[in-house]
C-alpha cells in the first residue's frame, strides 16, 4: 500500500487523484489531505478516505473546518501545514496540485526528505527550477511530471539516451480562442476564457490555457525537467488534444504519447510509474471516430505569452521568477475586472522590461524576486485599471 499526500486535493487535479485513489484502493490511501478553503469538499473527502493528517491553509476556513469535522485525522492550519504534510514519516509519495508559488516550499521539503514526488504545480519549476532540480540531484528524487504534456515527453524518452535528444515537440490545444485576432479579443470576458473546447481544468490553468501562458510555463518546465534547450523545444498546435506532446531524435524518429484528454491517465502513471494499470477511465482511442490529426503554428502575434517565455528562459536567473510572478498577479486582475484579457501580456510584457533578472541560490533568493515583481506587476496593473 502506498501512502500519498494530495497537496491540493479538492482542485481539478487533486479530485482527480482521488478519482485514481479510489479505484485502485488496494494499492493506494489518502494519507494526507491538503486544501486552502474548500471546507465541503474537504470534509466529505475527510469522511470518505480516512487521513491520518489533514491541512487547510486559509485560516478562517481552517477555524471552520475544526467546527464542522469530527474525524480522527490531525488537523493542521495555515500554509506551513504542506510542508509538514509533504515530509511526514507515514507519507511515501507527495503529489503537488496547489496552485502558483506555493507549491515550490512543498516541493523542496518533499525532495529534502527524499520522498516520490509527482509534480503537478509547473510554477514551482518556472520560478525555482535551478534550486529544485539541483536538490532533486542531491537527493536522488525523481520528479515525476503531472501534466499531461510533460508525462508524454517523460514517457517518450523512457529507454532512450537524452543525448540523442533532437527537439521536445510540446503540443497545445490552442485553447478557446484558437483563430481569433486581437480584435476579437478585445472584449472578452472571464466566463468567455473558460470555456476550454477539450480539457476540464482548474480556474487559473484555464485562464492560462486562454492567454496560452501556460503553454510559456510548460515551456520553461520543460527545460528544466529534461534539460533540454530552450531553441531545442518547439510549441505545436493540436487542438483535438490527442497528441500529448512528442520527442524527435537525432536519427529523425518521432516518439509521440497519444491518448484521449484524461488528466487521470498522467496522474495515474506517476502514481504507478514504471507500471501501467488499465485505463483509468477504461476507454481507448477509437481510431475509427478520427478522419485525421490536426497540427497548426501557434499566433505568436496574438499569443505574446509565448515569446515572452523564451526570452525570460534564455535570460536565466530569477527571470522565470518574474514571468510567473507578473502572470499570476495578471490574471488575478482580469478575474476582478480590473484589467481586460489583452492587458494581461501588457503588464507581463512591462513587468519582464523593468526587472531585473539576478542569481537564485536559494528559496529566499526566489521569494525575494517573486516579491520584486509582483509590485512591479501591481503598479502596473494600477496605471492600466487608472486609464
Request: hydrophobic share 45%; aromatic share 6%; glycine share 8%.
Amino acid at each position: 500500500m502506498k501512502e500519498i499526500a494530495v497537496l491540493g486535493s479538492t482542485g481539478s487535479i487533486g479530485t482527480q487523484t482521488l478519482d485514481v485513489i479510489r479505484a485502485h484502493s488496494d494499492l493506494f490511501h489518502a494519507q494526507v489531505l491538503c486544501a486552502h478553503k474548500s471546507v465541503e469538499k474537504l470534509l466529505a473527502q475527510a469522511e470518505e478516505f480516512h487521513p491520518s493528517a489533514i491541512v487547510i491553509t486559509d485560516e478562517e476556513a481552517g477555524r471552520k473546518f475544526k467546527d464542522l469535522y469530527h474525524g480522527a485525522a490531525e488537523v493542521i492550519i495555515g500554509g506551513q501545514g504542506l510542508t509538514e504534510a509533504a515530509v511526514r514519516e507515514d507519507v511515501d509519495l507527495v503529489l503537488v496540485a496547489v496552485v502558483g508559488i506555493a507549491g515550490l516550499a512543498p516541493t523542496l521539503a518533499a525532495i529534502g526528505a527524499e520522498k516520490e514526488l509527482a509534480l503537478a504545480n509547473k510554477e514551482t519549476l518556472v520560478a525555482g527550477g535551478s534550486l529544485v532540480l539541483e536538490e532533486a540531484g542531491k537527493h536522488h528524487v525523481l520528479i515525476r511530471p503531472v501534466d499531461s504534456e510533460h508525462s508524454a515527453i517523460f514517457q517518450c524518452m523512457l529507454g532512450q539516451d537524452k543525448k540523442h535528444i533532437h527537439k521536445l515537440l510540446l503540443t497545445a490545444s490552442g485553447g478557446p480562442f484558437r483563430g481569433k485576432t486581437r480584435e476579437e479579443l478585445r472584449h472578452v470576458t472571464v466566463a468567455d476564457a473558460m470555456k476550454h473546447p477539450t480539457w476540464n481544468m482548474g480556474m487559473k490553468v484555464t485562464l492560462d490555457s486562454a492567454t496560452m501562458f501556460n503553454k510559456g510555463l510548460e515551456v520553461i518546465e520543460a527545460h528544466w525537467l529534461f534539460g533540454v534547450d530552450y531553441d531545442d523545444i518547439e510549441v505545436i498546435v493540436q487542438p483535438q488534444s490527442l497528441i500529448h506532446s512528442m520527442v524527435e531524435y537525432d536519427d529523425g524518429s518521432i516518439m509521440a504519447q497519444i491518448g484521449n484528454p484524461d488528466m487521470r491517465l498522467p496522474i495515474q502513471f506517476a502514481l504507478t510509474y514504471p507500471e501501467r494499470l488499465p485505463s483509468p477511465s477504461g476507454q481507448y482511442v477509437n481510431w475509427r471516430d478520427i478522419a485525421s490529426i490536426i497540427i497548426e503554428k501557434p499566433d505568436l502575434d496574438v499569443f505574446r505569452s509565448l515569446k515572452m517565455a523564451y526570452e525570460a528562459g534564455k535570460e536565466g536567473g530569477s527571470a522565470g521568477t518574474a514571468f510567473n510572478a507578473a502572470n499570476e498577479e495578471a490574471i488575478r486582475a482580469f478575474i476582478a475586472g480590473k484589467l481586460s484579457f489583452l492587458s494581461i501580456y501588457d503588464v507581463v510584457e512591462e513587468t519582464l522590461s523593468r526587472f531585473i533578472s539576478g542569481p537564485v541560490r536559494s528559496y529566499e533568493d526566489i521569494m525575494e524576486a517573486d516579491r520584486m515583481a509582483r509590485n512591479l506587476a501591481r503598479n502596473e496593473i494600477e496605471r492600466i485599471s487608472l486609464c
